[in-house]
């Protein structure tokens, strides 16, 4: 498979799954709750900045391994062929829900949005149960004893402080 091909499977995937989490839920959560907003709050503005941007450079960085580093996508349906544990992945197992949790806190601090704080924590509660219950098993399967042994090092959602290297 080339690597043009490998790539637009990786844009389909983006496309698929952040684009409507991080962008096309919370439009909708802001129209349905007849969203306004009433107070400019310089502080909360900040953070909220700092936040949405994070996670996504955070997403951003880790999307570049799965063609490179992963020969797959970040999609489920398509996942990859090689275990990843560079770059953000030597922090944390899975950086895109942690830049994904980042970028809607950040959302919901820009914008005060309580909706979209709401969908913040349903969204990383969703990923706490669906992770160890369904994604990890499939990578232990593909991956075996390295998945393993990266699990024993590498925290789940929050960051080591180090890289891991194996």
Same mark, same amino acid.
């Given at each position: 498979?080339?690597?043009?091909?490998?790539?637009?499977?990786?844009?389909?995937?983006?496309?698929?799954?952040?684009?409507?989490?991080?962008?096309?839920?919370?439009?909708?959560?802001?129209?349905?709750?007849?969203?306004?907003?009433?107070?400019? /709050?310089?502080?909360?503005?900040?953070? $909220? %900045? +700092?936040?949405? *941007?994070? @996670?996504?450079? #955070?997403?951003?960085?880790?999307?570049?391994?799965?063609?490179?580093?992963?020969?797959?996508?970040?999609?489920?349906?398509?996942?990859?062929?090689?275990?990843?544990?560079?770059?953000?992945?030597?922090? /944390?197992?899975?950086?895109?829900?942690? $830049? %994904? +949790?980042?970028? *809607?806190? @950040?959302?919901? #601090?820009?914008?005060?949005?309580?909706?979209?704080?709401?969908?913040?924590?349903?969204?990383?509660?969703?990923?706490?149960?669906?992770?160890?219950?369904?994604?990890?098993?499939?990578?232990?399967?593909?991956?075996?004893?390295?998945?393993?042994?990266?699990?024993?090092?590498?925290?789940?959602?929050?960051?080591?402080?180090?890289?891991?290297?194996?």
């Amino acid at each position: 498979m080339n690597n043009k091909s490998l790539k637009y499977r990786v844009f389909k995937a983006v496309i698929a799954l952040p684009v409507p989490i991080c962008v096309i839920i919370p439009s909708i959560l802001l129209y349905v709750s007849d969203y306004h907003l009433e107070e400019f /709050v310089p502080w909360r503005l900040a953070i $909220g %900045v +700092v936040c949405f *941007l994070a @996670g996504l450079l #955070l997403a951003v960085l880790t999307v570049r391994l799965f063609p490179k580093h992963g020969n797959g996508t970040p999609a489920p349906w398509d996942p990859t062929t090689r275990l990843i544990v560079s770059g953000p992945y030597a922090y /944390v197992r899975n950086p895109m829900i942690t $830049g %994904v +949790v980042l970028m *809607l806190t @950040g959302e919901a #601090l820009m914008l005060a949005s309580l909706a979209i704080g709401i969908w913040a924590v349903v969204f990383l509660l969703i990923n706490m149960f669906y992770f160890p219950l369904s994604e990890e098993p499939g990578l232990r399967k593909r991956f075996g004893k390295a998945y393993d042994e990266y699990c024993k090092h590498v925290p789940r959602y929050i960051p080591r402080l180090t890289p891991w290297k194996p």
